[in-house]
């Protein structure tokens, strides 16, 4: 299987801050990835498809880059309701899998 | 807006099988993969397996030929089972659309005990 390798796995920040969350795969997947937001509680929410497409609705300060084997997330200004955990998630081949996840704690 | 929702037993014991539904609502489940994945209590999310219609399936080979979807077109449904659980497969299960994983179910927590 391919593995994933998410990092850093949790992160202190403040409001305003902008945060990079990196994710590396051991084989190629070209731009077969997707990033996910997950609040306690509530339903994961896709916010980047195919590794730097927003999805609708997103708002413009999530982004995401890379392909191959290297992808960067990137929250250029942190708002409150942005605390959450992240989690990448190929899809290039069977079994898809996840990065561990990053969890965005408040400073 | 299509919406997913699990529901099934919240308590299963060891050694049954484990049912879940993920009824779909604002969308037809025709033309689309369906996924279940899963997060154990302090753990990161596991892909459990996909079924388009009734054609297709790929199961995670981690779980060992336990698991069985289908989809019930005239109710907007598709259903996972998980044979022979153990407290290893207690865990949040969830439901999503496709390879982008868009939408989610909300989640619902299987506890596997005596």
């Known amino acids: 299987d391919i593995q994933m390798t998410q990092s850093p796995s949790s992160l202190s920040a403040s409001v305003g801050d902008r945060v990079t969350i990196t994710c590396q795969t051991s084989q190629d997947i070209s731009n077969h990835l997707n990033w996910h937001q997950h609040k306690p509680g509530q339903a994961p929410k896709l916010l980047i498809y195919d590794a730097s497409n927003l999805e609708t609705g997103v708002p413009s300060r999530f982004s995401g880059s890379g392909s191959g084997t290297h992808f960067t997330f990137t929250i250029s200004s942190l708002q409150p309701e942005d605390f959450a955990t992240y989690y990448c998630q190929r899809y290039d081949s069977v079994p898809y899998t996840f990065g561990q996840g990053t969890k965005l704690e408040i400073k | 807006q299509m919406q997913l929702q699990e529901s099934g037993p919240g308590l299963v014991k060891p050694s049954e099988t484990l049912s879940l539904t993920c009824s779909v609502s604002?969308?037809?489940?025709?033309?689309?993969?369906w996924n279940w994945i899963r997060q154990p209590p302090g753990k990161g999310l596991e892909w459990i397996g996909y079924?388009?219609?009734?054609?297709?399936?790929n199961y995670n080979p981690s779980l060992k030929g336990r698991v069985t979807m289908s989809v019930d077109t005239s109710k907007n449904q598709f259903s996972l089972r998980l044979s022979s659980v153990t407290t290893a497969d207690t865990a949040v299960y969830y439901c999503?659309?496709?390879?982008?994983?868009?939408?989610w179910g909300q989640g619902t927590l299987v506890t596997v005990s005596s």
């Open positions: 604002g969308g037809s489940i025709t033309n689309f993969y």
């Open positions: 999503a659309r496709g390879d982008y994983f868009d939408p």
């Open positions: 079924i388009y219609y009734n054609v297709a399936t």
